[in-house]
């Protein structure tokens, strides 16, 4: 028994299996399960989903099955698509699978953009989008990834209160034809107001005489925007229900409607419905949400893996690490369960990555001969994402399959004893333990609406996650302590804090 994890008897069936199997072979869970492949992998949308490398054998799926059925995933994920609250610590729903639902009202975006793509707004070539966290990343991604197929404005993303970043934007435009797009669901985070404030005397100092005139506001907080100066008609509201890191699918992601048009943010939204539709429907094992959440935590609470890596191997997708940070991590970083009692194991993974196949020549050597038991995700888009030949992509993808059956096989000794004339030494520091697990996401072509349906699957699929565990994935009280503190030690307070800090305080502000 396992005193660390919960006492019921799904949870203890769990670690009794993780403790016999920790150490069995995938290859050799193919060999024992005829259909693994079959079994563990999931068809929709455009996407292939293949669990099949991953650590996790028939009978270790089943237990996980039983655990979903205990923690009642199917009512938790009927009452977050009904609108029911899932956050209790904030007495709130999470409404952001609504906002890509046929019921969803986008009229006042979608006139907005289009009055502005149709010039109606004036020569508007530029989009300074303000936001952080959540009102950044998600966009971010969108535009990094599907950008340089519009026709749009160019739009830069500022988040950082660091001035480089203002700074660097408004270096890349001109004031006379530039929009801004303030996103904040509260309209009081530091770093957006602050740089708000920067881009306006940017306007100012360029000749724009009303720089206000020039802003769209996004927020849950509308009376906020007003009271800063901002038309109503300028002002995109969205729901208090829907979180930063879920919202994308709301007004939030306007820079992408105004940058690629208003078809592609409906595919977009197309996308992740036909997601929600699956999450909802589909039993335990095909549901790729699902099942991936579960794997997630056989991987990180029953084999005890502290983090799990993701690489694109498309450059398209270089931003969705940082993406997937905040998702997982601001929702699933958590130490106490939704009833407040503290948990006494590990919850979320820490995620982190990179691209394929850059990371290959940085970070590889650790994920296959260090000492880290680490899942790796990789991602790859069948279809080409520019137009120079086909040997760049065979190769991109070749290295991608490559380095999830490499993990997979390893290098036995013998065989690097072999590659090393004989010499012992040399054939240990060659010798891979393979038995590394991996998943891998095959998309048809990355467009808007593959990508819609992909994030929606990473946002159920984190739900899922904190329902196994049972947490809450909507709240982020975690970030408030240190908010806190800035302000106070910007207030010049040095006699709260602990000598170190206070030190480094006097050396920067005197
Ligand atoms: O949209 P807002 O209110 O400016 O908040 C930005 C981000 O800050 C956080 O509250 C964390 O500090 C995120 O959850 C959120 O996405």
Same mark, same amino acid.
């Given at each position: 028994?396992?005193?660390?994890?919960?006492?019921?008897?799904?949870?203890?069936?769990?670690?009794?299996?993780?403790?016999?199997?920790?150490?069995?072979?995938?290859?050799?869970?193919?060999?024992?399960?005829?259909?693994?492949?079959?079994?563990?992998?999931?068809?929709?949308?455009?996407?292939?989903?293949?669990?099949?490398?991953?650590?996790?054998?028939?009978?270790?799926?089943?237990?996980?099955?039983?655990?979903?059925?205990?923690? %009642?995933? $199917? !009512?938790?994920?009927?009452? &977050?698509? =009904? #609108? *029911? +609250?899932?956050? @209790?610590?904030?007495?709130?729903? /999470?409404?952001?699978?609504?906002?890509?639902?046929?019921?969803?009202?986008?009229?006042?975006?979608?006139?907005?953009?289009?009055?502005?793509?149709?010039?109606?707004?004036?020569?508007?070539?530029?989009?300074?989008?303000?936001?952080?966290?959540?009102?950044?990343?998600?966009?971010?991604?969108?535009?990094?990834?599907?950008?340089?197929?519009?026709?749009?404005?160019?739009?830069?993303?500022?988040?950082?209160?660091?001035?480089?970043?203002?700074?660097?934007?408004?270096?890349?435009?001109?004031?006379?034809?530039?929009?801004?797009?303030?996103?904040?669901?509260?309209?009081?985070?530091?770093?957006?107001?602050? %740089?708000? $404030? !920067?881009?306006?005397?940017? &306007?100012? =100092? #360029? *000749? +724009?005489?009303? @720089?206000?005139?020039?802003?769209? /506001?996004?927020?849950?907080?509308?009376?906020?925007?007003?009271?800063?100066?901002?038309?109503?008609?300028?002002?995109?509201?969205?729901?208090?229900?829907?979180?930063?890191?879920?919202?994308?699918?709301?007004?939030?992601?306007?820079?992408?409607?105004?940058?690629?048009?208003?078809?592609?943010?409906?595919?977009?939204?197309?996308?992740?419905?036909?997601?929600?539709?699956?999450?909802?429907?589909?039993?335990?094992?095909?549901?790729?949400?699902?099942?991936?959440?579960?794997?997630?935590?056989?991987?990180?609470?029953?084999?005890?893996?502290?983090?799990?890596?993701?690489?694109?191997?498309?450059?398209?997708?270089?931003?969705?690490?940082?993406?997937?940070?905040?998702?997982?991590?601001?929702?699933?970083?958590?130490?106490?369960?939704?009833?407040?009692?503290?948990?006494?194991?590990?919850?979320?993974?820490?995620?982190?990555?990179?691209?394929?196949?850059?990371?290959?020549?940085?970070?590889?050597?650790?994920?296959?001969?260090?000492?880290?038991?680490?899942?790796?995700?990789?991602?790859?888009?069948?279809?080409?994402?520019?137009?120079?030949?086909?040997?760049?992509?065979?190769?991109?993808?070749?290295?991608?399959?490559?380095?999830?059956?490499?993990?997979?096989?390893?290098?036995?000794?013998?065989?690097?004893?072999?590659?090393?004339?004989?010499?012992?030494?040399?054939?240990?520091?060659?010798?891979?333990?393979?038995?590394?697990?991996?998943?891998?996401?095959?998309?048809?072509?990355?467009?808007?609406?593959?990508?819609?349906?992909?994030?929606?699957?990473?946002?159920?699929?984190?739900?899922?996650?904190?329902?196994?565990?049972?947490?809450?994935?909507?709240?982020?009280?975690?970030?408030?302590?240190?908010?806190?503190?800035?302000?106070?030690?910007?207030?010049?307070?040095?006699?709260?804090?602990?000598?170190?800090?206070?030190?480094?305080?006097?050396?920067?502000?005197?």
């Amino acid at each position: 028994m396992d005193s660390r994890l919960p006492q019921t008897p799904e949870w203890q069936a769990l670690a009794a299996h993780a403790a016999e199997t920790r150490n069995t072979h995938i290859l050799s869970m193919f060999d024992a399960e005829q259909d693994r492949l079959a079994n563990l992998s999931i068809d929709l949308a455009g996407l292939h989903f293949d669990f099949s490398k991953l650590r996790a054998d028939a009978k270790a799926v089943e237990l996980l099955g039983a655990l979903a059925s205990a923690a %009642n995933l $199917a !009512g938790w994920r009927a009452k &977050l698509l =009904a #609108g *029911g +609250v899932v956050n @209790p610590s904030e007495g709130r729903a /999470a409404t952001h699978a609504a906002e890509r639902s046929a019921n969803a009202d986008h009229g006042k975006m979608r006139d907005l953009v289009e009055a502005v793509r149709g010039g109606r707004h004036g020569d508007i070539r530029y989009v300074l989008h303000i936001g952080i966290g959540g009102s950044a990343l998600g966009p971010a991604l969108l535009l990094d990834a599907l950008g340089r197929k519009g026709d749009g404005p160019e739009v830069a993303v500022v988040a950082n209160i660091d001035g480089v970043a203002l700074e660097e934007a408004c270096a890349r435009f001109d004031p006379a034809h530039t929009l801004i797009v303030l996103v904040s669901k509260t309209f009081t985070t530091i770093e957006t107001m602050t %740089n708000a $404030a !920067g881009a306006l005397d940017w &306007l100012r =100092a #360029g *000749g +724009v005489a009303n @720089p206000v005139s020039r802003c769209i /506001a996004v927020t849950a907080a509308p009376v906020k925007a007003e009271a800063f100066g901002i038309a109503d008609d300028r002002i995109l509201p969205f729901a208090e229900t829907v979180g930063g890191r879920y919202s994308l699918w709301s007004a939030v992601g306007v820079p992408f409607a105004l940058r690629n048009g208003w078809d592609a943010f409906a595919a977009l939204l197309a996308g992740a419905s036909a997601m929600d539709e699956h999450f909802a429907e589909a039993p335990f094992a095909g549901n790729a949400p699902a099942l991936a959440a579960a794997l997630d935590i056989w991987h990180a609470t029953l084999l005890g893996a502290e983090t799990r890596a993701v690489f694109g191997y498309d450059e398209r997708l270089r931003l969705l690490p940082s993406y997937l940070q905040q998702l997982e991590m601001e929702s699933n970083g958590k130490r106490v369960t939704r009833d407040g009692a503290p948990v006494g194991y590990p919850t979320g993974a820490i995620t982190w990555g990179g691209v394929g196949t850059d990371a290959q020549h940085a970070v590889f050597q650790l994920v296959h001969q260090g000492t880290h038991l680490i899942p790796v995700e990789f991602l790859a888009v069948i279809e080409p994402g520019h137009a120079r030949g086909g040997t760049h992509h065979r190769q991109l993808l070749a290295n991608c399959f490559a380095q999830g059956a490499a993990l997979l096989k390893g290098r036995t000794h013998e065989e690097a004893l072999a590659k090393s004339g004989g010499d012992a030494a040399l054939a240990e520091a060659k010798t891979f333990p393979g038995n590394r697990p991996s998943s891998t996401i095959l998309l048809d072509q990355l467009d808007p609406r593959t990508l819609g349906a992909l994030l929606a699957f990473y946002e159920h699929r984190t739900f899922a996650a904190a329902v196994l565990l049972g947490t809450n994935p909507f709240d982020q009280w975690g970030v408030e302590l240190g908010k806190e503190m800035a302000k106070a030690l910007e207030a010049g307070d040095t006699g709260a804090f602990d000598p170190s800090t206070a030190d480094l305080l006097r050396r920067a502000f005197g």
